[in-house]
């Protein structure tokens, strides 16, 4: 694993850095970053057929979910949620918020959540050191997992965490335990069983309603409290438990333009998400200064969740 926790040294020239597609800027996926075989049990990454008590959790947690996510759950939620009118914080008051949950979906994570914002972000910052808006998603693209704590109502970790897909659309097979979606009622709807479902092909992902959880919650509490991330940052936060789209390859027929270019880069975060999670700690106070400036740069100082 190799981490560098304590606080790099970068040259920051205070230019603004424009996300362009991987393409023309000639950036290279693996940006340097070393992958580690194993995760913090010594077990494959994201290895859902492992026999163990945690992976029956894992499994377990999927069955309610796919069981729950319906149409009809997703539109309730976006609407209850969509009020914001349930506390009023700064990221890094989230941040903090965020150490009380505990994501019981994932078989790699064994920190606390603030350990794995930080991680992300650290080891995205070494790689991509001129794309500031970078590091800040990735500091913050768990934060809607705050849903979980009771200040939000205490959601149950299936309305929360795990891996999202759409719905009102057929379930892709691809999607983890994707069994699980035969005892999920729009399974046998027949408006939404078809490969495109209620939507239409090149739609565009704006357009598509995913499975309600803390990725589609972060994004619309950034896009509300009118954050100056760049697109490609706000579709990392909105997607990046979307394995079946950015790993599989699955849905590819509802992206429009705009979103072949930003998978490029959830391409290229997701990697940083998934394997730098580790035993290597952060110090914390050490690199909040350098968060904070990006905080203070493109989101106001109080957001409404
Ligand atoms: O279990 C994990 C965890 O909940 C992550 O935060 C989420 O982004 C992943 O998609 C999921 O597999
Ligand atoms: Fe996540
Ligand atoms: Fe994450």
């Not at 850095?17 to 000639?26: D, T, V």
């Not at 995760?39 to 979910?65: A, L, M, P, W």
């Not at 920190?111 to 998603?137: C, F, G, M, S, V």
């Amino acid at each position: 694993m190799t981490i560098i926790v304590d606080q790099p040294q970068f040259e920051n020239d205070g230019e603004e850095q424009k996300p362009n597609n991987g393409e023309e800027s000639g950036l290279v996926l693996d940006g340097g970053f070393c992958i580690p075989n194993t995760n913090s049990f010594g077990h494959n990454f994201r290895d859902y057929k492992i026999e163990s008590e945690r992976q029956k959790g894992v499994e377990n947690f999927y069955r309610t979910n796919h069981i729950n996510q319906t149409v009809d759950f997703v539109k309730r939620m976006r609407e209850e949620y969509g009020k914001l009118d349930k506390v009023e914080m700064s990221i890094w008051e989230c941040c903090e918020l965020l150490n009380q949950v505990v994501d019981e979906s994932d078989p790699d994570l064994d920190e606390p959540q603030i350990e794995h914002l930080l991680q992300t972000a650290e080891a995205i910052r070494k790689d991509y050191p001129n794309q500031d808006w970078l590091h800040l998603t990735a500091l913050i693209h768990d934060l809607g997992k705050v849903l979980l704590h009771p200040s939000f109502g205490e959601l149950p970790q299936w309305a929360v965490v795990g891996d999202t897909f759409p719905v009102g659309c057929a379930f892709d097979k691809s999607i983890v335990h994707s069994k699980y979606f035969m005892e999920n009622p729009d399974y046998n709807n027949s408006n939404y069983n078809t490969k495109c479902g209620i939507y239409l092909e090149r739609c565009g992902l704006d357009n598509v309603m995913m499975s309600w959880g803390h990725d589609d919650y972060m994004y619309l509490v950034a896009k509300e409290n009118g954050t100056s991330l760049p697109s490609a940052g706000l579709f990392i936060i909105r997607y990046h438990s979307f394995y079946a789209l950015h790993r599989s390859e699955a849905y590819k027929h509802l992206m429009n333009e705009e979103d072949v270019e930003n998978l490029k880069w959830l391409q290229i975060f997701n990697k940083y998400d998934l394997y730098s999670k580790s035993k290597v700690r952060v110090d914390v106070e050490n690199v909040k200064p350098y968060y904070q400036s990006l905080i203070d740069k493109y989101f106001p100082a109080k957001l409404r969740w």
